[in-house]
């Protein structure tokens, strides 16, 4: 998160001066190509391990390259100012956060290596590299605009649906904006990402990839400590995943009290998406957000 990092005021800044440079803020969806203009890069026609130049390359390294060429998503040549792309990543959302991130090496001056090769676990939000955590973070500021993300969030209901809205406005993946809206929320908010298919049945059991929440749900709440492997008869909440007519679980704050916690969720081929928050009066009612 944001708040974790050492450099995050550097960041924050350089972050804002490209955006600014690039005169991205308030253009929709994100403009990628001007921000990756505006920090002085180019993008590459042709993919560094694309399998026709893998074919000229002498016959004991084709075994390597290959293997490579399937981990590697996303690089960046800093000594020739070039971001390359895997032409493999399919979400379109996703290979714009990749675009980001490397954009993000090239404008921290402190991170001096001439080349940053990423794979699928360097891009992780959980990685514990520091140099691919504020990479991350970077990218993240610049695909959602900043503080513009969650300004728009807290005029619309909260929902899954609202995510989805904003992951489309913004040229993000759901995921993306499912992990920013829960960390940059103004309300109670908290949210998990679980695996598809749940491990077990009796009870139904499913493995926690990562956990989100807003400050204020920490406020109310706690800091989340959901394990790894969570059962649905110890999270009621859990029954959504199975059962459409659940929107609601009880959750008991730091005071004591049991709160009524609404609950929303979205589930796609690859994982489940689970949304809690606490309603809590508005002088003003949200726009309301319906998927077709």
């Known amino acids: 998160m944001w708040r974790e990092l050492e450099s995050a005021r550097e960041i924050n800044s350089r972050v804002d001066r490209l955006l600014r440079v690039a ?23 042709d993919y560094v391990l694309d399998e026709s130049l893998i074919k000229k390359a ?27 792309v895997s032409p493999a990543i399919e979400n379109e959302g996703k290979k714009r956060f990749v675009r980001m991130h490397e954009t993000v090496h090239h404008i921290l001056p402190h991170q001096q290596d001439l080349l940053y090769a990423d794979d699928h676990e360097t891009l992780l939000r959980t990685t514990n590299r520091l140099f691919e955590r504020e990479a991350n973070q970077g990218a993240a500021e610049l695909l959602f605009q900043r503080k513009h993300f969650a300004r728009d969030a807290a005029d619309l209901e ?18 993306a904006a499912f992990h ?42 706690g800091q989340p400590t959901w394990p790894t492997m969570m059962r649905s008869d110890k999270y009621p909440f859990l ?18 009290d049991v709160d009524a916690v609404k609950v929303d969720i979205l589930q796609t081929p690859y994982r489940n998406f689970i949304l809690l928050w606490f309603p809590q009066r508005r002088l003003r009612r949200p726009l309301q957000v319906r998927i077709a």
């Not at 005169?23 to 026609?45: N, Q």
Request: one cysteine or more.
């Open 23 to 45: 005169d991205a803020y308030g253009r929709f969806p994100t403009p990628v190509e001007d921000i990756i203009r505006a920090a002085e890069l180019t993008e590459a026609d």
């Open 58 to 84: 002498p016959a004991y390294l084709r075994t390597l390259l290959r293997s490579a060429k399937q981990k590697i998503q996303g690089l960046v040549d800093r000594r020739a100012r070039v971001v390359h």
């Open 158 to 175: 909260i929902s899954t649906a609202t995510v989805s809205l904003l992951a489309n406005r913004y040229g993000s993946s759901f995921h």
């Open 180 to 221: 920013r809206y829960a960390e940059s929320h103004p309300g109670v908010v908290a949210a998990i990402v679980l695996e598809r298919t749940p491990r077990s049945s009796s009870p139904p059991t499913w493995r926690r990839e990562e956990f989100m929440s807003t400050n204020k749900w920490n406020e109310r709440f």
């Open 239 to 256: 029954a959504a995943l199975d059962f459409c007519g659940v929107d609601q679980t009880e959750i008991r704050n730091l005071a004591g």
